[in-house]
């Protein structure tokens, strides 16, 4: 019955959101033929972001329905961290990627700690961790884990892979901090997960941004077509003298734009990262929030030991400086040979957060296992053992239910179908404003492009009057690009799978915006 009530209430917000969004769009439309001047400023890449399914698109239902009582999200502003704020009554807030909260798992989490408060009292010492655990998590917690990661990803996930940790931001930190020293270089997608560049630069690291794709050129299978990584502007920079420590980017529906990195690239990226010697930090966060038809491409850790002979040696003994990287154990595909160890170079960072709850603060990061206690190695985390046994062995629990699985394929259910709303609603508008888009398949977050003559500056007061609110896509640009090598790139050495630094670049200059995309 609950289950039955909560369906149809989320129908009722469906198509109340629906109802909310159309109005909102039509005040906006209103808003923007009115204030457009005709001689507002040749565009500079106009851009903004919308993310989706949240739960200010929820304010009235939220307060009434939030199991825990807990109606009071903190008031909005933009000023206060788009990342990190919650919800104006009245508004649609666009602007945080936090879940909804009618879809926070209260009577899950609760059931759990039910259990566990019981297996505390009757199992007595043991029962859920409460003394010391070792740095990579408790080994019962580890395979439960794996054996539900392995059957979400559909590839096997070995406990000696995983260590737990406090969140994917947590994750970042915990790789900065065991492979980077200060100085070194982190490659960034931009635009990218603004909110990773802070931790990057907290170690002393150097970030570099690479303009992403405008599209890919083939497109996918699942039919986002949305920008990506562009591995050949790396591979170019690569070529040019570029050696990074790290390459940060979010394969899979990313943030912001929503882009998934087809196989290929992802192939290509590997071999790079072993010819060059860095390390690819896969933000996997939104790779189980997928609808798309068929599963997304497979992760970056799947990718290198398909690449790689399966005996690949796993030695995190090599995990030196990119000068170290040995020619001489590359083959001709880019590849360690298999008769030399080389060391995987793939570190995922994923977390409950997306498909859980942020407030839980766990996540996990996926390696080798040679590299994964490398990580685990930091020094707090031996001194004080894994860094959430407690939280940890309470979401083994919702997992070993078989809540985790009935979760997410609600989650998946629910954020599909609010994505449809937003894309029907925005298409409505998308002939007479001009603006484009696609169609998430998956993720958080739906990147929607201006027309010339808008700008976010515009756009903003427009969509604030209306009621919503939107994180410009200049946020999620926190570096500049290195606009005299990305301009050589652009005239000079396109790569087979052109695509649209170059149309970026040429707008930023037309525009005399500074900084690339600004
Ligand atoms: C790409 C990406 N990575 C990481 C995070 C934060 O993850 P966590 O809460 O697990 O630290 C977010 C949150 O929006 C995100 O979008």
């Not at 959101?17 to 565009?43: E, G, I, N």
């Not at 926070?104 to 989490?109: T, V």
């Amino acid at each position: 019955t609950q289950s039955m009530h909560s369906r149809r209430f989320l129908d009722v917000s469906l198509l109340r959101l629906r109802l909310r969004l159309l109005h909102k769009l039509r005040l906006l439309r209103h808003q923007l033929t009115s204030s457009m001047h005709p001689r507002v400023p040749f565009a500079v890449l106009l851009a903004l972001l919308l993310a989706l399914l949240l739960a200010h698109s929820y304010p009235s239902a939220s307060s009434s329905t939030s199991p825990n009582g807990n109606d009071a999200d903190a008031p909005l502003g933009l000023d206060n961290g788009p990342q990190h704020s919650g919800a104006v009554s009245g508004v649609i807030n666009l602007a945080v990627g936090h879940p909804a909260t009618a879809m926070l798992p209260a009577e899950i989490m609760a059931s759990a700690m039910e259990r566990a408060a019981t297996n505390l009292r009757t199992g007595g010492v043991g029962a859920v961790p409460l003394n010391y655990v070792s740095a990579r998590g408790d080994a019962e917690t580890l395979d439960i884990m794996a054996g539900f990661l392995t059957r979400a990803y559909g590839a096997t996930v070995s406990p000696e892979s995983l260590v737990v940790t406090a969140g994917v931001s947590h994750g970042i930190d915990v790789v900065c901090s065991a492979l980077t020293s200060p100085g070194d270089t982190v490659v960034v997608e931009l635009p990218t997960y603004f909110l990773a560049a802070s931790i990057f630069t907290d170690h002393g690291l150097r970030v570099h941004g690479i303009a992403g794709t405008a599209s890919y050129p083939h497109g996918d299978s699942s039919g986002n077509d949305g920008g990506v990584f562009d591995v050949d502007a790396l591979a170019w920079q690569l070529r040019g003298g570029l050696r990074p420590r790290l390459v940060y980017l979010i394969p899979t529906h990313s943030n912001p734009r929503g882009g998934i990195l087809p196989v290929e690239a992802r192939r290509r990226l590997v071999s790079l990262a072993h010819k060059y010697g860095f390390f690819i930090v896969a933000d996997d966060v939104y790779h189980l929030l997928h609808w798309g038809q068929g599963p997304p491409p497979p992760r970056f850790i799947q990718v290198e030991h398909e690449l790689i002979n399966p005996h690949f040696e796993d030695n995190a003994g090599s995990v030196g400086h990119p000068e170290g990287a040995d020619a001489t154990k590359i083959n001709s595909a880019g590849i360690c040979d298999v008769t030399h160890s080389c060391g995987s170079r793939i570190i995922s960072v994923s977390s409950f957060t997306k498909i859980l709850a942020p407030g839980l603060r766990l996540g996990w990061i996926e390696a080798s296992p040679a590299l994964a206690n490398k990580l685990a190695g930091r020094g707090y985390i031996l001194s004080g053992g894994c860094v959430a046994p407690f939280t940890a062995s309470i979401v083994a629990e919702v997992i070993a239910s078989g809540d985790q699985v009935a979760h997410l394929a609600r989650l998946n259910h629910h954020y599909r179908r609010t994505s449809v709303v937003l894309a029907d609603a925005l298409s409505l508008y998308s002939s007479s404003l001009g603006w484009s888009f696609h169609t998430p398949v998956g993720g958080y977050f739906l990147w929607l492009k201006l027309p010339p003559r808008v700008t976010t500056e515009l756009l903003a007061p427009a969509a604030a009057i209306a009621g919503v609110k939107f994180l410009p896509g200049e946020r999620s640009v926190p570096v500049a690009l290195d606009l005299k090598l990305a301009a050589i790139y652009a005239v000079h050495d396109r790569e087979p799978s052109a695509g649209a630094v170059g149309d970026e670049l040429d707008v930023s200059y037309g525009g005399g915006g500074g900084g690339g995309f600004s």
